[in-house]
């Protein structure tokens, strides 16, 4: 193996590597380094992609075009959710579980430390190379992160080409990471860490690892075949050549459901550490949480065409899809009767990463809402392509992915850094990043259920207040996170000294964590005095 036990003892580079400089960050192989490098980069994604955004929401301020064209409005509308999808959501949860998984399971490292390295520096070329193609003859892509076909095969702009081989190596780094977790968690555990013991967090990022394996080959080649029908005469998805672009929906949302529970699932096992840590109880229904979020992986393969209901299925799938994407709504709803469970009568305090928490579980929850109407067939013919599309998928990712990785940073970084946060800069980024979510996205249901149709950089008056509205809070929500940066980086570079007791709480409790575990955590069920 490649690591040793010194390692997660505290040192922070390879045997092998150099011991400090560019080489300690380029050659290590030590997983609490690339757990970093994943979360700065991860960061740095989130806001490329969030003044994408801004810029989006400024071009809505007001009816008319204002700032920028529409072709340069979709290829923001494009970027913005590529980058946020791929750049910033799924590399934080990879970052996340690089740091915690190891420790958790009382591993010295991850088992394939080497590939851990490489799958991590793929990303910035990657991304690079996609970013790129904004400078690039005829634009970046302009065809929406959906990115459906004949727009980007008959109709794309030469840089799809460069897009296609960006979207590759995301997909070969995503791979290599989940294969590195399985193989991590089924066999570094310490001894007597059976698999009904592990953390709850575990288990969400060992059932996303397999997801990630069964679905990122089939965006591979559904891009595949999109470099076929531009290049190579193929006509997969080209009616005058005898294919068929609905194929293309097909085979892009059976990778692209999945891929939304990918990006939800290692939330749900942070919320499902933090909730009890703050409660000072321990979770409410394990196993029930284990089997739901199962359930939830094995159901998300069956649901795909919920996405296609206006394309002309026959009445039996609009039937199977409806009631499959119901049904989904029944574990989801297991794991937040059991968060609430957890809280009720716990003794609750209030820290940083419990209000993001709680943000997460009732948030989250009206995402869920939206999503169930979305789920009847016939309603869905009326909100198909509306902002009420959008609204819902954005209280999904920002309150539910987004929220649930700032909640893991606040709650890890004393155990990571060793200072605490500024509790009160927390609390204050908290809560303009809750009333800027709520206020940009919630209006953005009114829109869509009165038609507004989305990727449409003009719009009719009727519709003007609301949009208004919705870009002042995005730039509330937007501005908010330079609070987080500088929270961060404040804390990286001293404050006050975290101990074992760091999240003791207000109520004066004294708590200490079971011993002797493999896990020294502060996710560990409290002992109270």
């Known amino acids: 193996m490649e690591s040793t036990l010194g390692q997660n003892l505290g040192d922070t580079h390879h045997a092998h590597g150099p011991a400090s400089g560019i080489g300690r960050w380029l050659f290590t192989t030590n997983h609490k380094d690339i757990g970093s490098l994943y979360l700065w980069f991860s960061l740095l994604m989130f806001l490329t992609g969030g003044t994408m955004a801004l810029l989006i929401r400024a071009e809505l301020f007001q009816p008319g075009l204002q700032l920028v064209q529409p072709e340069f409005f979709n290829q923001m509308t494009t970027m913005h959710g590529l980058i946020m999808v791929f750049g910033a959501v799924m590399p934080a949860f990879v970052g996340l579980a690089n740091w915690m998984v190891p420790m ?18 793929i990303l910035p070329f990657a991304f690079a190379m996609m970013i790129s193609t904004l400078f690039m003859d005829g634009g970046a892509p302009n065809f929406g992160w959906t990115f459906y076909a004949p727009l980007s095969t008959t109709y794309a702009p030469p840089s799809v080409t460069f897009f296609i081989f960006a979207i590759h190596m995301m997909g070969i780094s995503s791979i290599m990471g989940a294969i590195n977790v399985i193989a991590t968690i089924l066999n570094l555990r310490a001894p007597g860490m059976t698999m009904m013991k592990l953390p709850l967090f575990v288990w969400s990022w060992l059932i996303t690892a397999f997801l990630l394996i069964a679905v990122m080959p089939v965006l591979a080649g559904v891009v595949t075949m999109m470099l076929m029908d531009i290049h190579f005469g193929t006509s997969f998805f080209n009616a005058a050549g005898g294919g068929d672009p609905v194929l293309f929906q097909h085979v892009f949302w059976f990778f692209g459901h999945p891929e939304v529970y990918i990006m939800i699932l290692p939330a749900f096992g942070i919320i499902s550490e933090i909730i009890p840590t703050f409660a000072r109880k321990r979770l409410f229904g394990y196993a029930s949480m284990v089997y739901a979020i199962g359930s939830i992986a094995i159901l998300s393969f069956l649901v795909w065409a919920h996405h296609m209901f206006t394309v002309g299925l026959p009445l039996a799938g609009e039937l199977f899809f409806m009631f499959a994407t119901m049904l989904i709504a029944v574990p989801t709803g297991v794991k937040v009767f059991n968060w609430v469970a957890t809280m009720f009568r716990g003794s609750m305090t209030f820290e940083t990463p419990m209000l993001f928490a709680l943000a997460f579980v009732v948030l989250f929850t009206i995402g869920g809402f939206s999503g169930l109407m979305l789920a009847i067939a016939p309603a869905d013919f009326q909100y198909h392509d509306t902002y009420f599309v959008v609204a819902h998928f954005h209280y999904v990712l920002v309150p539910g992915a987004i929220f649930s990785i700032m909640a893991a940073a606040y709650y890890w970084l004393p155990k990571w850094t ?8 927390g609390k204050i980024h908290f809560w303009l990043s809750f009333v800027g979510v709520n206020i940009t996205f919630f209006p953005m249901h009114f829109v869509g259920l009165a038609g ?9 008056l ?13 730039f509330i929500f937007g501005l908010s996170q330079l609070l987080f940066v500088y929270n961060v980086i404040v804390c990286i570079r001293g404050g006050a000294r975290a101990t074992d007791r760091v999240w003791e709480g207000a109520h004066g409790l004294e708590w200490t964590l079971p011993s002797p575990a493999p896990y020294h955590s502060f996710s560990q069920p409290p002992v109270v005095k």
């Open 452 to 460: 507004m149709p989305r990727r449409i950089p003009d719009y009719a």
């Open 418 to 425: 060793g200072h605490m946060i500024n509790e009160r800069m």
């Open 462 to 474: 009727q519709f003007a207040d609301f949009n208004s509205v919705a870009s002042v809070g995005a």
């Open 104 to 121: 958790m399971i009382g591993a010295p490292d991850m088992a394939l430390p080497r590939m851990n390295n490489w799958s991590f520096w």
